[in-house]
């Protein structure tokens, strides 16, 4: 195997032994990529401590072949009820994990049926957030294809600052960003961009609309680019002409907010404790109550994945994470304010992967 592949498959064979199961089953797609190299849209793994299997349809095999050459393919068609059971078959195996996160009821009933039938004795265990823990913690080479993605929205951002003009829409706005970055060499964007003007941006998932941006409002945008299959993730809050004292000081209240948490998290913090870091700042500026999120989360071949930094969260912050840092501050019928910068646990502190200016 190549040594990329077979270090995350001898992690996780070493997590299967801990939770005492003889095998997963990987229907994740991110997860799917991670373990085997394989970004078909169609695919599972079969992961045993002797086999390593891929199992694709006809369309992908070529595509299988060249992307993930350490593993058996075996085929498939679209029915599971066709091929899982002759999958499992001939593998030594007594309790199967499967992603219980990603498996609906329906599938996890549908494959218990065809156990059944089969007269298997075989049992299924759920397992949550195996493989997604050690995407956690990122090698070199994600590192670097995230940083190389986060050059792109910090280049974009600069451009849309520039292009924003009074009576420009929102969905103007986001085009304008999107088509920037795909000619930059973004690949499909990890998230739909957003543009959330005046009282939308109070909206943290906000829609670009036909709104016109007009001067002294609040401007929140929020873009990721895509490189290599990893994603960025970047926010900042523009207002064209001059501000008022309610913008600046929520703005400022955001950013203070923002650097206390940066300057603050250390490994082994929990998500819990990194979020308070910022929430406290905002609580005491008098709106706690409208910063209804979490502090951040990961950032990888997924938008959002571990760890989580968000109130009670136990995940532990350790080196090699990458996460966002992103407070933020929305209020009805005037607007909001969010300031997102990714950063990685690097040699006992968070360091700014995100360039763009505030």
């Given at each position: 195997?190549?040594?990329?592949?077979?270090?995350?498959?001898?992690?996780?064979r070493?997590g299967l032994?801990?939770k005492?199961?003889?095998?997963?089953?990987?229907?994740?797609?991110?997860?799917r990529?991670?373990?085997?190299?394989?970004?078909?849209?169609?695919?599972f793994?079969?992961?045993?401590?002797?086999?390593?299997?891929?199992?694709?349809?006809?369309?992908?095999?070529a595509?299988?072949?060249?992307q993930?050459?350490?593993y058996?393919?075996?085929?498939?068609?679209?029915?599971?009820?066709?091929?899982?059971?002759?999958l499992?078959?001939e593998?030594?195996m007594?309790r199967?994990g499967?992603?219980?996160?990603?498996i609906a009821?329906?599938?996890?009933?549908?494959?218990?049926?065809?156990?059944?039938?089969?007269?298997?004795?075989?049992?299924?265990?759920?397992?949550?957030g195996?493989v997604?823990?050690?995407?956690?913690?990122?090698?070199v080479?994600?590192?670097?294809l995230?940083?190389?993605?986060?050059?792109?929205?910090?280049?974009?951002?600069?451009?849309?600052?520039?292009?924003?003009?009074?009576g420009?829409t929102?969905?103007?706005?986001?085009?304008?960003?999107?088509?920037?970055?795909r000619?930059?060499?973004?690949?499909?964007?990890?998230?739909?961009?957003?543009?959330?003007?005046?009282?939308?941006?109070?909206?943290?998932?906000?829609?670009?609309?036909?709104r016109?941006?007009?001067?002294?409002?609040?401007?929140?945008?929020?873009?990721?680019?895509?490189?290599?299959?990893?994603?960025?993730?970047?926010?900042r809050?523009?207002?064209?002409?001059?501000?008022?004292?309610t913008?600046?000081?929520?703005?400022?209240?955001?950013?203070?907010?923002?650097a206390?948490a940066?300057?603050?998290?250390?490994?082994?913090m929990?998500g819990?404790?990194a979020?308070?870091?910022?929430r406290i700042?905002?609580?005491?500026?008098?709106?706690?109550e409208?910063?209804?999120?979490?502090?951040?989360?990961?950032?990888?071949?997924?938008p959002?994945?571990?760890?989580?930094?968000?109130?009670?969260?136990?995940?532990?912050l350790?080196?090699?994470?990458?996460?966002?840092?992103?407070?933020?501050?929305?209020?009805?019928?005037?607007?909001?304010?969010r300031?997102?910068?990714?950063?990685?646990?690097?040699?006992?502190?968070?360091?700014?992967?995100s360039?763009?200016?505030k």
């Amino acid at each position: 195997m190549s040594l990329k592949v077979s270090h995350r498959i001898q992690k996780l064979r070493q997590g299967l032994s801990e939770k005492e199961i003889d095998g997963i089953f990987i229907s994740q797609p991110e997860n799917r990529r991670y373990l085997s190299g394989f970004d078909g849209s169609a695919g599972f793994l079969m992961v045993t401590p002797q086999d390593a299997i891929l199992a694709t349809d006809f369309r992908y095999i070529a595509q299988a072949k060249s992307q993930a050459p350490d593993y058996e393919l075996f085929r498939i068609t679209n029915e599971i009820g066709d091929w899982f059971s002759r999958l499992v078959a001939e593998l030594d195996m007594k309790r199967l994990g499967f992603e219980s996160e990603h498996i609906a009821f329906a599938r996890h009933r549908q494959l218990s049926d065809i156990l059944a039938k089969g007269k298997s004795r075989l049992k299924l265990i759920p397992v949550d957030g195996l493989v997604e823990s050690l995407r956690a913690i990122k090698e070199v080479e994600e590192i670097e294809l995230i940083t190389q993605a986060s050059e792109i929205t910090d280049a974009a951002m600069e451009y849309i600052r520039d292009k924003l003009r009074p009576g420009i829409t929102e969905r103007e706005a986001a085009w304008e960003i999107e088509r920037f970055m795909r000619e930059k060499g973004s690949q499909p964007l990890p998230f739909d961009i957003i543009v959330a003007s005046g009282p939308n941006s109070a909206l943290p998932h906000a829609q670009p609309s036909a709104r016109a941006i007009q001067e002294a409002e609040p401007i929140v945008i929020d873009i990721g680019a895509r490189v290599g299959g990893y994603g960025s993730d970047l926010s900042r809050t523009i207002c064209l002409g001059t501000p008022d004292d309610t913008f600046n000081k929520i703005y400022d209240t955001v950013l203070g907010a923002q650097a206390a948490a940066m300057a603050i998290i250390k490994p082994e913090m929990t998500g819990g404790e990194a979020d308070q870091l910022a929430r406290i700042v905002i609580e005491q500026a008098g709106y706690g109550e409208a910063f209804g999120h979490g502090l951040g989360h990961g950032v990888g071949l997924a938008p959002h994945e571990l760890p989580r930094l968000s109130t009670n969260s136990p995940e532990r912050l350790v080196e090699g994470m990458v996460f966002t840092i992103e407070p933020g501050i929305y209020l009805e019928g005037w607007g909001g304010v969010r300031i997102e910068d990714l950063v990685i646990m690097e040699k006992g502190k968070v360091r700014e992967i995100s360039k763009a200016k505030k």
